[in-house]
């Protein structure tokens, strides 16, 4: 039977009268706790889909954290997940309107209720998935959530299929073909880089910050951050990919979520010669204004503001939301433990030529580059920079960051401050690294 014509009690079974009725009354009902105390039934109040070529994320938020069953269905491939605790209500049934035609998993979502207390999730699939649930605490403006990610359980990019390695050992492995180290050059014998001869394929990493769950800094105007920095990413991808000798990877091509661990690994994965994080600033104070641009600091940051802005972009992965187990902590410790001293020098050497493109169209909030400790700068042998395009949480830069005139002139600046960067250093030649 096709996909599309699954009747809904296939998978949810029939109730019957006293069953309605025990469902209708319990309903009514608060749950009391072992104390004897009174706590509102959990009830749903957001959901929400979030459809890439990566992944596809279901997120239900709720008032109190959900439990869950699941169990997977073949010929036709199907997840069905329970939520205990909870009943039918206009959001969860509004899931099913929020599935599009292209979302590369998902044919169809159903939400109806199973039993009293139990509301039965039926995904049909397009294709076998690999599905990753967990729960999140509050966070933010967000309440509990229960998070669905369907994963491809075959991986047809390589470079998704190389990060593809939640069930392996090999975790923090580096690629078989990981990138030369620029090593600091001696003082008593510089090398003059800039009449080295390109004669390699240059591969940049650009990072447009947040996205999915996680919309970054939020406009006076209700304009997200994400949207912006992706639109000037894409520009910017457009200029590089002109040049003959350049090729450019986004960690985001879309509105979806990416752990600032796994942008680390991304880069690290191609081999990348430089890695470009896009933000859009926000402060406390809505007159705060200007561009900035921040390498990492091993030793704190350059001021309150810088440390203010580190710790707001490196809880990303607690409001995108990730499933952190045992593996991912050893990972989320070895990236802020590695050393930084063989990519330090290239990665203020770049953000001084960005510095002063950026500062061709706009203010400077800082006349020199800024330091702090972002996680996502992490990655131990690429340079790696950080620039703040402009203020969002300013209602006059907000107004810029949204015409695309100005997201156009910054990603041209961008654009002039990479290849200024690459004419005084070119990249050294990449060595194949011993294997173990």
Do not use: C
Request: hydrophobic content about 40%; overall charge neutral; cysteine-free.
């Amino acid at each position: 039977m096709p996909q599309s014509s699954l009747p809904l009690d296939l998978a949810l079974p029939s109730l019957n009268r006293r069953d309605i009725l025990r469902g209708a009354s319990a309903s009514l009902l608060l749950a009391v706790t072992p104390l004897g105390f009174a706590s509102p039934a959990a009830s749903v109040v957001a959901v929400r889909v979030w459809p890439a070529q990566a992944y596809t994320r279901v997120t239900i938020e709720s008032t109190v954290a959900l439990t869950f069953k699941q169990f997977s269905l073949k010929d036709p491939e199907r997840l069905v997940v329970d939520l205990e605790g909870i009943d039918i209500n206009n959001e969860l049934q509004s899931l099913s309107s929020k599935v599009g035609g292209d979302d590369p998993y998902i044919q169809q979502l159903r939400a109806a209720r199973n039993k009293p207390g139990t509301v039965r999730l039926v995904l049909d699939l397009k294709a076998e998935i690999k599905p990753q649930i967990f729960t999140l605490n509050p966070v933010g403006e967000y309440k509990h959530r229960l998070v669905i990610d369907l994963y491809p359980a075959l991986q047809n990019d390589p470079l998704l299929a190389f990060l593809d390695d939640q069930n392996s050992d090999s975790k923090l492995a580096p690629p078989a073909q990981a990138p030369a180290v620029n090593k600091p050059e001696p003082e008593n014998n510089p090398v003059d880089r800039s009449k080295m001869k390109v004669d390699r394929l240059i591969t940049v990493v650009l990072d447009p910050g947040h996205g999915g769950e996680d919309p970054g800094a939020v406009g006076p105007g209700g304009n997200h951050e994400k949207t912006v920095v992706l639109a000037i990413a894409k520009k910017l991808k457009s200029l590089l990919e002109n040049e003959p000798n350049m090729r450019v990877v986004l960690t985001r091509d879309g509105d979806f979520f990416v752990p600032l661990g796994v942008r680390v690994k991304k880069a690290r994965a191609v081999q990348a010669d430089l890695f470009v994080s896009i933000h859009a600033d926000a402060f406390t104070r809505p007159d705060a204004n200007g561009s900035s641009v921040f390498m990492l600091s091993e030793k704190g940051a350059s001021s309150s503001a810088a440390r203010w802005l580190a710790q707001t972009q490196n809880d990303a992965d607690l409001i995108g939301g990730i499933k952190i187990d045992v593996k991912d902590k050893a990972l989320a410790h070895t990236l802020m433990d590695l050393t930084q001293t063989a990519t330090n020098n290239d990665s203020m050497k770049l953000a001084k030529s960005m510095l002063g493109e950026i500062g061709n169209i706009n203010r400077l909030h800082k006349q020199n580059v800024e330091l702090a400790g972002f996680a996502v700068l992490k990655a131990p042998d690429i340079p790696s920079i950080l620039v703040e395009t402009a203020f969002i949480s300013n209602p006059q830069e907000e107004q810029k960051l949204i015409d695309e005139a100005y997201q156009q002139k910054m990603a041209n600046a961008l654009h002039k401050g990479i290849k200024r960067y690459f004419a005084k250093n070119p990249p050294l030649p990449k060595t194949r690294m011993a294997q173990s």
